[in-house]
Nanobody, 119 residues
């Protein structure tokens, strides 16, 4: 199994910043991509940002120019720097990874971390 643990959520005022972190752990796996999605109450889960091990990055339209996804020196960690936060960014943010174990790629998800932006 691959475990994903998120941290860094919380309450922030509009215009503020937060940084989310996600660490992937487990045995016998290689990462293909990591990223973030979010789900607000009453809404569908939406893509926030993804980063492949080849360096390709994709952002959701609503966060372009405000959020930045990156990895640390340890490639099993992904960060999401969120700037100029808006109340509409309030959601549970989920870390996601595509990882290959024993030649089988599959999706893994973290438990989620709450981000609340007050107006």
């Amino acid at each position: 199994q691959v475990q994903l643990v998120e941290s860094g959520g919380g309450l922030v005022q509009a215009g503020g910043s937060l940084r989310l972190s996600c660490v992937a752990s487990g045995s016998d796996f290689s990462l293909n991509a990591m990223g973030w999605s979010r789900q607000a109450p009453g809404k569908q889960r939406e893509l926030v940002a993804t980063l492949t091990t080849g360096g390709s990055i994709k952002y959701g339209d609503s966060v372009k120019g405000r959020f930045t996804i990156s990895t640390g020196n340890a490639k099993n960690t992904v960060y999401l720097q969120m700037n100029s936060l808006k109340p509409d960014d309030t959601a549970v943010y989920y870390c996601n990874a595509i990882a290959t174990r024993y030649y089988m790629p599959r999706d893994y998800w973290g438990q989620g971390t709450q981000v609340t932006v007050s107006s």
